[in-house]
Nanobody, 122 residues
Framework: VQLQASGGGLVQPGGSLRLSCAAS????????MTWFRQAPGKEREFVTT????????YYADSVKGRFTISRDNAKNTVYLQMNSLKPEDTAVYYC????????????????WGQGTQVTVSS
């Protein structure tokens, strides 16, 4: 199983970025997909998750209304659209896959991408 995250970069406060995570080696349409993030010196934290049908979606309160998760099962890819970015959104963003159910717990995930750096700074 391979998860390849991309799309990170440096953006000014208030700006936008779109992250992608391309999956291979698994039956993507049966996995929920989740984004976590980890800032320097902090624990990895849940950002958002989407189930395989796209009918079940959860967001952390800190990103609700600013971030949007979506997926394209035909392309084996999950996306994270991030708008109105704030300096506190600065972190390495990781995608992760979980068979069938959704979860916001890091410990539940076996498959992880390598992470992509997002830096929000003027």
């Amino acid at each position: 199983v391979q998860l390849q995250a991309s799309g990170g970069g440096l953006v000014q406060p208030g700006g936008s970025l779109r992250l992608s995570c391309a999956a291979s080696g698994l039956d993507f349409s049966t996995y929920s997909m989740t984004w976590f993030r980890q800032a320097p010196g902090k624990e990895r934290e849940f950002v958002t998750t989407i189930d395989w049908t796209s009918n079940v979606i959860y967001y952390a309160d800190s990103v609700k209304g600013r971030f949007t998760i979506s997926r394209d099962n035909a392309k084996n890819t999950v996306y994270l659209q991030m708008n109105s970015l704030k300096p506190e959104d600065t972190a390495v963003y990781y995608c992760a896959a979980l068979l069938s159910s959704v979860s916001s717990w890091v410990r539940d995930y076996r498959y992880w991408g390598q992470g992509t750096q997002v830096t929000v700074s003027s």
